[in-house]
């Protein structure tokens, strides 16, 4: 059974970090490429970032780009999303997903097959 799980969501004041886990679980994660996505209330998620399963390439959508950054653990069972300089508006919920590894990393939430519960993050102003 595939589970993927957050971890690391939280309150911070604006200005300040937070750093996202997923723990990934029932498959070999080092084949899968990894990505995380957040949504805002009413909204549909979004895309936030995403690293290839051989961690060759990253992509961040243009507003946490510069802010965030994802990585792989070495045992390729973690994934992580490095959040600094928080807005109020990244306030959401955040989920890790992952997909079969491939050479295109992939932006919107049907290109991936497995996802987490998600975990809040809260920023105050």
């Known amino acids: 059974q595939v589970q993927l799980a957050e971890s690391g969501g939280g309150l911070v004041q604006a200005g300040g970090s937070l750093r996202l886990s997923c723990v990934v679980s029932g498959l070999t994660s080092s084949n899968y490429n990894m990505g995380w996505f957040r949504q805002p209330p009413g909204n549909e998620r979004e895309f936030v970032a995403a690293?290839?399963?051989?961690?060759?390439?990253?992509m961040y959508a243009d507003s946490v780009q510069g802010r965030f950054t994802i990585s792989r653990a070495n045992a390729e069972t973690m994934a992580y999303l490095q959040m600094n300089s928080l807005k109020p508006e990244d306030t959401t919920v955040y989920y890790c997903a992952g997909v079969w590894r491939g050479p295109f990393l992939r932006t919107t939430g049907t290109g991936y097959a497995y996802w987490g519960q998600g975990t809040q993050v809260t920023v105050s102003s």
């Open positions: 690293i290839r399963w051989n961690r060759d390439r990253t």
